[in-house]
């Protein structure tokens, strides 16, 4: 019989091993599967036990997102906080039992949390439980500036619309606004909730505070996307600045006359003109020629060199940062067929194009930055809790958008838009600045999104960005996003000069 | 004999393990005590020391009744019985003191056993019949009215007052006493597979298979059918009557699925947890994710498993309810005792649990292997065997590695009759091995 029991025990042997083979594939392999899940109820409690990273603005102090310690029956829960009440809502984010988390609570949760792959953070962690002490996670140190950041809150209140402000330099995002903004304490309550969700605004129809309009939000570019189309024209070698023009008041298209936009003084006809002067004055016939000879194919090629089509890569969750381009409205999809299109409404940033505040953000910082962009960072640097530094982002590239003359041509003529073109508004004493206005036409008769890209100093640039200013009534990019960008400019020159 | 008087004697071995057990005990209290200090008391270690001296008066027993016996089991039975008491303890105060009473039963039958059974406990083979049909009249049981209990749609309880005991637990040791005898003693006729010798045990292994699949105890069917399989293949040395017993179950199950809506649902969470859409809900007769719904225990159960990661989260220190103190995973310290102690435990502590069993189990086959009549190796084998499979049954189910039946893990999980009947399984391996050893 002993024959027979050795095969027996072998079989129970295995079927026990096999339990070991199980459970190392679920607590190893699918782990991080099932923690993902989002009815893993013990994860989101679990994750209450540990002491969140707190999140701080650019200067170290400002402190945007904390904790509250709460003895519950299994020990103390830690619950968020934000301190500001809002400021930088959409960027922070939040993190609650009900509504899990978004914004940069989300994406940066495995740093907040100390669960990222990171040796140091890995023993730190491990002693804190074998202390029994509670895990803290790690801090995130932004780029943004508290003050800047609040002014451009300020100057949107009221109205919908976003700001971008960036370092085209380094892609340090200084200033990332989007208004509504909304008071994250008070997202975990379903009354909170609601009234977040009912809060009244400007825009029309869902004012959708939770949404982040620098990222999310997609806005016809209008006149700022000539800034893409004579990047094409320069880059083709086709043409130079001083390349001429006749501007009869429109253009024509498939045999129908493309009128110039009501410009602030009225329709306007220029005769004459160069690519630099058709740029200041912002001349829709001239570019909607340009465009038609150009070709669509060749102008949204163009816009993929800056980044149109892809999501820039920031520290926000994937799907709360929308691409570029030109798009289906009906399917809320990128269209990838240029022979659909109308070259020559699409060369000045009308037609089906769509895009974000940041992208536009990013075709000033391109013309800033020689024709390269810089990868756009939210985060400056991960500390521990001790206040060591884990991780420093450091600049990085992320497209090569045009040739540098062409960036030089253009850093030209976006500074002649400020001294005697359609962005006077934003002109600042003792520094040169440069921009591009914008007054998109929606589907809506004579209601605009107001639009002002720019960057500054001109020669030594320190700041880019774009405002966009939803649903103005006869409102231009010049009178209203302008001002705007003019106050942050100066407000980061000014704080920047000092350090 | 010469060269055990070099080391220790067995006896003696065994109560130094059983220090370490104690030691072990001491510290997982502790452990349970430093995490959870608002909730439970030093009193806790309490525990300990009255489990230590609860396993030297077993030990003390052992020492006169069973000399020679293996001295392993014992403290492994130990530790399991301290691990899940401990767990238990940390789930909840009240159910641990209730278990550890149960315990105390069930050393006290241990020692019974032993001391009953002392001279020569193939006694038991003259009463083969009887444990036979004791087996069967376990099973029903339940189903007498007055008497029996349904529990979460399976009617295995029998309570009297505010004693419930479940009589299935006994009947599989019971049954395994009755094949061990049986097919002693019809070995040779067996295999040659003649009706009139294979009657008996069809009848009644299918009056059990009956009871089983009408009250619904999937996984108790499992087991007895397993246990069964081995039994016959090694008292008959023939392969293909446990291919033929795996075809005509794996037939059976096929017919269950289709035709009971019980199994059929059993299958279906086991194959499909998770749905993107939301599927018919039977309890609440409308629409639900699938995981929030009839698969809700097994997924939760998962999520404690993998949260507990490579070293776990400490014991007292998993998360087995949301931050207001709602209840995560139902019947956490019985059929799901396994993904609790994952989650606190985590890889290292519940591979290491796990090798305890694949320890204790080859022990018992050893013990088969080394008896030196039939039926004393039939019985060791069938009842280390049990436990094997017992254990791959539950938690198999709650890492989905087969459907997920209701059903104890050995020494581990809270249930009197099942610590009781466990602690007389152990019994009986000791008695093989005494007799084993000592006529060496």
Request: a positive charge.
């Amino acid at each position: 019989m002993n024959n027979q029991i050795s095969r027996v025990a072998m079989v129970a042997l295995l079927l026990l091993a096999s339990l070991i083979v199980a459970t190392t594939y679920w607590q190893s392999w699918e782990a991080p599967t099932l923690a993902a899940k989002q009815d893993n109820a013990i994860q989101r409690v679990a994750q209450f036990r540990i002491k969140r990273g707190l999140i701080y603005a650019a200067d170290g102090k400002t402190v945007l997102a904390a904790n509250i310690a709460k003895k519950g029956a299994g020990g103390t829960l830690y619950f968020r906080r934000y301190p500001k009440h809002g400021l930088a809502s959409q960027v922070v984010g939040y993190s609650t039992q009900g509504r899990s988390r978004a914004g940069i609570e989300r994406q940066e949760n495995a740093y907040l949390t100390a669960a990222n792959a990171n040796l140091g953070t890995i023993f730190d962690n491990l002693s804190e439980r074998l202390k029994g002490t509670t895990v803290k996670g790690n801090n995130l140190v932004l780029n943004l500036r508290p003050g800047a950041q609040w002014l451009a809150e300020t100057a949107l209140r009221g109205k919908c619309g976003a700001a971008v402000v960036l370092n085209p330099k380094t892609g340090q995002v200084y200033v990332m606004a989007s208004s509504p903004g909304y008071d994250p304490n008070k997202i975990e309550s379903s009354a909170g909730y609601a009234s977040i969700l009912n809060s009244p605004s400007a825009c029309p129809g869902s004012a959708s505070p939770l949404f982040n309009r620098a990222t999310q939000g997609l806005y016809a570019p209008g006149s700022t996307f000539k800034t893409v189309t004579a990047a094409a024209a320069l880059d083709s070698g086709k043409y130079t600045p001083n390349s001429q023009f006749y501007d009869p008041g429109y253009c024509t298209e498939y045999g129908v006359q493309v009128h110039n936009a009501l410009d602030q003084n009225g329709p306007e006809q220029f005769g004459n003109v160069d690519l630099i002067q058709a740029f200041i004055h912002s001349i829709n016939a001239v570019f909607c020629d340009l465009g038609i000879k150009l070709g669509a194919k060749a102008i949204l090629d163009k816009a993929k060199d800056f980044g149109f089509y892809s999501s820039p890569p920031i520290e926000l969750p994937p799907s709360e940062v929308a691409p570029s381009g030109p798009y289906n409205f009906a399917q809320h999809r990128l269209i990838d067929n240029p022979g659909v299109l109308d070259p020559g409404r699409m060369a000045f940033g009308q037609d089906k194009l769509l895009v974000t505040p940041l992208q536009m953000a990013l075709v000033a910082a391109a013309v800033a930055n020689d024709g390269t962009i810089m990868q756009p960072h939210l985060v400056n640097k991960v500390t521990n809790s001790s206040g060591r530094t884990v991780v420093k982002v450091h600049p990085q590239v992320w497209k090569h958008a045009m040739k540098p003359a062409t960036a030089a041509a253009l850093n030209q003529m976006m500074q002649g838009v400020v001294q005697s073109g359609t962005g006077t508004a934003a002109q600042i004493s003792g520094v040169k600045v440069a921009g591009k206005t914008g007054t998109a036409e929606t589907s809506e008769q004579n209601v605009y999104t107001a639009w002002f890209i720019f960057f500054a100093p001109a020669d030594d640039p320190q700041v880019a960005g774009a405002i966009a200013v939803e649903h103005q009534l006869n409102g231009f990019g010049g009178a209203i996003a302008a001002p705007i960008a003019k106050q942050l400019m100066q407000a980061i020159l000014a704080s920047t000069s000092k350090h | 004999m010469g060269a055990r008087a070099l080391t220790l004697s067995y006896r003696n071995r065994e109560l130094v393990y059983l220090a370490v057990v104690g030691v072990l005990t001491g510290i997982g209290f502790a452990s349970v005590y430093i995490a959870r200090q608002s909730l439970v008391s030093w009193g806790s270690l309490g525990y300990a020391v009255f489990f230590f001296a609860l396993y030297i008066a077993a030990h003390l027993v052992a020492r006169i009744t069973v000399p020679d016996a293996d001295p392993y089991l014992l403290p492994m039975a130990g530790l399991l019985t301290a691990v899940g008491v401990t767990e238990i303890y940390r789930l909840g105060v009240s159910d641990a003191f209730k278990q550890g009473l149960w315990i105390v039963v069930g050393v006290a039958l241990f020692a019974l056993a032993l001391w009953g059974l002392r001279r020569d406990y193939r006694v038991l083979e003259q009463y083969k019949y009887l444990f036979g049909i004791g087996a069967i009249a376990l099973l029903f049981l339940p189903r007498v009215p007055g008497i029996g209990t349904t529990v979460n749609g399976a009617r295995l309880w029998v309570h009297f007052g505010n004693f419930t005991f479940q009589p299935g637990e006994f009947s599989k040791v019971f049954l395994i006493v009755f094949l061990a005898a049986y097919l002693r003693e019809k070995r040779e006729l067996l295999a040659q597979a003649r009706l009139k010798d294979v009657g008996p045990l069809l009848v009644i292994w299918g009056a059990c298979m009956l009871v089983l699949v009408s009250s619904n105890d999937l996984g108790s069917g499992l087991l007895y059918f397993g246990i069964f399989l081995a039994m016959l293949y090694i008292a008959t040395a023939r392969l293909s009557f446990v291919i033929a017993g795996i075809v005509l179950f794996l037939a059976g199950g096929v017919g269950a699925y289709e035709k009971i809506g019980h199994v059929h649902e059993r299958v279906t969470i086991w194959l499909h947890p998770w749905t993107t859409q939301k599927v018919y809900c039977p309890p609440t007769g409308g629409l639900a994710l699938r995981q929030d719904c009839e698969s809700y225990q097994l997924v939760k159960s998962l999520y404690s498993i993998a949260n507990g990661g490579f070293g776990g989260a400490g014991l007292g220190k998993g998360t087995f309810a949301t931050t207001d103190g709602h209840q995560l995973i139902p019947f956490i310290n019985s059929d799901f005792i396994y993904s609790a102690l994952a989650q606190e435990l985590g890889l290292v502590g519940a591979a290491a649990l796990l090798l305890v069993f694949m320890l204790f189990a080859a022990r018992g086959m050893k013990i088969a292997l080394q008896a030196d009549d039939g039926f004393s190796k039939l019985l060791a084998a069938g009842l280390t065997f049990g436990f094997a499979l017992q254990t791959f049954i539950i938690v198999g189910g709650v890492l989905r590695i087969i459907p997920l039946t209701g059903i104890t893990l050995p020494f581990v999980s809270y249930g009197g009759s099942s610590v009781v009947a466990n602690f007389l399984l152990l019994a009986g391996l000791l008695l093989v091995s005494d007799r084993a050893n000592a006529t060496r």
